[in-house]
């Protein structure tokens, strides 16, 4: 039991925090994408001679925000595969 | 007992943090969604003439949006059947 | 009923996780799909010639926001029917 | 147990702060970009022939709001891969 | 454990103080100057002859701006790699 005290608890931890980090990490992103996609689409609606120009800047401006959910997943796969500070404990 | 008690506690961990998780993540984009799929509706009955634009920009945007959905079920995933501290414990 | 004990509480959590997370992880994709049928009845009425784009848009569309459905039903049944964590309490 | 005392409160301090720290310093990038995209998305439908001076405002403004998203990213990345204070404990 | 002690405290210090540090020294520059882009964006519309004045001076502006995140990670990055206080100690 004493052994795997320190373990139990890092694995806990690590599975809450990706857990409950990836989750609020995509949310925002998501978010405001989804509002994004609306008024480009309500603008191409009323404007539908601008829909590349709507289009091209919607399209480069969500890869743009979807980065910040890639960095989001990074840390966490980070946490879950490649943490370095766990090499002493498992 | 004794054996067993870390092995329970992660594992009702797990199980709460990836069934609330995948919920709490794919809630939003679905959510983001559906609401640009009103709008490109929408678009279409009022400029029926802009139905391509409307529906290549929506597809496009659904996809990427997406994708966030994904990453939040990747690490629902890694956590049940890959995650790699758990190792140690069963 | 030492032994009984962990197996009873994974029992229940999981009952409760899988039972509430399908209902929570399945109503949001299932209203904004219902909002987007409306929409689009109502464009097809409004714009009878262009019931086909509306069809085509909305069937697309629903068919990618009903996949959010489908990873909260995927991570239900793997905790119910493939959770690598319980072969060791079963 | 004794030694490995120190190393697991500063392993589950470093998961902690980095988990928590990505998702908050990656949000308010993410939520103000979006804004930016909104604005500029309703600009275009406003002025198309503004489309052009939106668009490179935007994405040069986006660029450099990321870069506070990427300064987060690279004190977590060290927090975790190259922390010199940690040398003396692993 | 009495060597430890004071290296111990000075390490979860720091990685606390840089983590919390560097989200909320990012946070306030990305968010003016995502009210700042907002606004200039809103001028381009309004004013398209003005793009040119608007875009310079925001550009400047975000660079000064900038300025102040980068501090912050300055001195993040000495905390972390050359504090001179901790030579006695490690």
């Known amino acids: 039991m004493n052994t795997l005290e320190p373990q139990l608890q890092i694995t806990i931890v690590t599975i809450i925090v990706t857990g409950v980090g990836i989750v609020l990490g995509t949310v925002v ?12 689409l309500e603008g191409i609606t009323r404007q539908p001679e601008s829909a590349n120009d709507l289009r091209t800047t919607l ?4 890869a743009l925000l979807e980065s910040t959910a890639i960095y989001v997943l990074l840390v966490m796969l980070i946490l879950l595969f490649a943490n370095p500070l766990l ?4």
Chains 1, 2, 3, 4, 5 share one sequence.
């Open 87 to 90: 090499d002493r404990f498992f």
């Open 59 to 62: 399209l480069i401006s969500m």
């Open 29 to 40: 992103p998501a978010w405001v994408e989804g509002k994004a996609v609306l008024k480009a």
